[in-house]
């Protein structure tokens, strides 16, 4: 099934920009850039979209408005809005069980303990493919996992992240599906 929909997770507002728990936010933008889409709030899907063709297919990239534990809501909207199906769909988000710059995709399985795709796979299900970028762990084990995910990213971690292709990535899921994406992208 054809990827229609990617959604970067992460918070609304400025207090947010450049944590670490945006990241999927700002590897979406990341492709709006590339692709040259222009993000609009759109009151029907709860969400900040923007249309653009990767490799001559119409994917929309939705940024959901509101805090990343309601994540859910927006998506939920969002594919219902647009009549897509979870399967049709990608998220990406921050993981702190990858090293920073480190992707991994899949589909289906659990939340892995992050509260976003928790709120997403209760709303839609678990049927829609992950993209996974390393933030990598928290520094010491007694820290506050809310203090680390929201922490700034630091510019050596930025660097790895930036080396990222997240336009290869998203042509991979659009163009081959996840199954041949997984095989080129997961090696890394």
């Given at each position: 099934?054809?990827?229609k929909?990617?959604?970067?997770?992460?918070?609304?507002g400025?207090m947010?920009?450049?944590?670490?728990?945006?990241?999927g936010?700002?590897?979406l933008?990341?492709?709006?850039?590339?692709?040259?889409?222009?993000?609009?709030?759109?009151?029907?899907?709860?969400?900040?979209?923007?249309?653009?063709?990767?490799?001559?297919?119409?994917?929309?990239?939705?940024?959901c408005?509101?805090?990343m534990?309601?994540?859910?809501?927006?998506?939920?909207?969002t594919?219902?809005?647009?009549?897509?199906k979870?399967?049709?769909?990608?998220?990406?988000?921050d993981?702190?069980?990858?090293?920073?710059?480190?992707?991994?995709?899949s589909?289906?399985g659990?939340s892995?303990?992050?509260?976003?795709?928790?709120?997403?796979?209760?709303?839609?299900?678990?049927?829609?493919?992950?993209?996974?970028?390393?933030?990598?762990?928290k520094?010491?084990?007694?820290?506050?996992?809310?203090?680390?995910?929201?922490?700034?990213?630091p510019?050596?971690?930025w660097?790895?992240?930036k080396g990222?292709?997240?336009?290869?990535i998203?042509?991979?899921?659009?163009?081959?599906?996840?199954?041949?994406?997984?095989?080129?992208?997961n090696?890394c």
């Open positions: 099934m054809s990827i929909v990617i959604f970067g997770l992460g918070n609304t400025a947010y920009a450049g944590t670490r728990h945006n990241t936010a700002m590897f933008m990341r492709l709006a850039n590339a692709y040259g889409g222009h993000f609009a709030k759109n009151k029907y899907c709860a969400a900040f979209v923007a249309k653009v063709k990767i490799c001559s297919a119409d994917v929309v990239l939705a940024f408005d509101g805090y534990n309601n994540s859910g809501d927006g998506v939920a909207k594919l219902s809005f647009l009549k897509v979870p399967a049709e769909a990608a998220v990406i988000y993981d702190i069980t990858l090293d920073a710059g480190r992707v991994k995709l589909q289906g659990s892995g303990g992050h509260n976003g795709v928790a709120s997403v796979m209760d709303r839609i299900g678990n049927d829609f493919v992950r993209v996974r970028v390393g933030i990598g762990a520094p010491f084990k007694e820290m506050p996992l809310a203090d680390y995910v929201l922490g700034k990213i510019d050596d971690d660097l790895l992240m990222v292709d997240i336009c290869a998203a042509e991979a899921i659009v163009r081959d599906g996840i199954a041949k994406a997984q095989n080129v992208f090696r």
